[in-house]
């Protein structure tokens, strides 16, 4: 996590949740992070291929030149992005995951704004973790944001983040599994191609296995 936004924003929600894999939305206090609100926004999924933004701060509308409020968060993306973040958006709901998505913004003159964007997961309580917390906020602030409108998106980077070092599904009995989640590049995602972190020993063959649609490396921390 690169920018002072989404470190404080995580930081925020990892507090709430406590031991549990998400906190519900009714924690959410705004009052608590009023200078976030302007790059944060809430999305609301019916499954990974039907997300739309719930709410949406004021500085992300601007970018845009619109506003958010209703509109599918999928929407402006190329099909091999859309697929990735469907992936993403299942591991976030039904496994509890982060994530940390670097994106590119494209207007019709084509200039670019490099983004950091944060997906968290929230829960509404009867009803699961239906609801995501994000934020999005550039890297950069050029003189044309908020004058000519980020009409597509793309991904320059995609980073899943499990809070307890596990995913949620794995429960108490796979304590001893440490999945590593590496870096992912656009192209990358859709093959699920594992690029261990640096200063990571070399796993012998077979020493992953997939569970749901993870891999999961045996081995704690080193």
């Given at each position: 996590m690169k920018h002072g936004v989404t470190q404080?924003?995580?930081?925020?929600?990892?507090?709430l949740r406590g031991a549990r894999p998400a906190p519900n939305r009714s924690e959410i206090d705004p009052g608590e992070i009023r200078g976030l609100l302007g790059?944060?926004?809430i999305l609301e999924t019916n499954g990974p291929?039907?997300?739309r933004y719930r709410l949406a701060g004021t500085r992300?509308?601007?970018?845009?030149?619109r506003e958010l409020k209703g509109r599918n968060?999928?929407?402006?993306?190329?099909?091999?992005?859309?697929?990735a973040?469907?992936?993403l958006i299942a591991a976030i709901t039904e496994d509890g995951a982060a994530a940390v998505v670097g994106i590119n913004g494209h207007t019709e003159r084509e200039q670019e704004l490099q983004m950091e964007m944060l997906l968290v997961?929230?829960?509404v309580p009867g009803e699961g973790r239906i609801r995501i917390l994000g934020s999005a906020v550039p890297m950069d602030k050029p003189y044309w944001i908020g004058l000519h409108p980020v009409l597509r998106q793309s991904i320059s980077s995609l980073r899943l983040v499990w809070p307890d070092e596990r995913p949620y599904f794995t429960g108490a009995s796979h304590s001893n599994i440490n999945p590593i989640m590496p870096r992912f590049t656009a192209e990358d995602m859709p093959m699920r191609t594992p690029v261990l972190p640096q200063g990571a020993a070399v796993l012998p063959?077979?020493?992953e296995r997939q569970v749901g649609h993870l891999t999961v490396y045996s081995g704690g921390k080193s």
């Open positions: 404080t924003l995580y930081s925020y929600w990892d507090s790059d944060t926004f291929s039907d997300v992300l509308c601007s970018a845009h030149c968060f999928l929407r402006g993306w190329d099909t091999k992005d859309r697929e973040l469907e992936s997961p929230l829960n063959h077979g020493a």
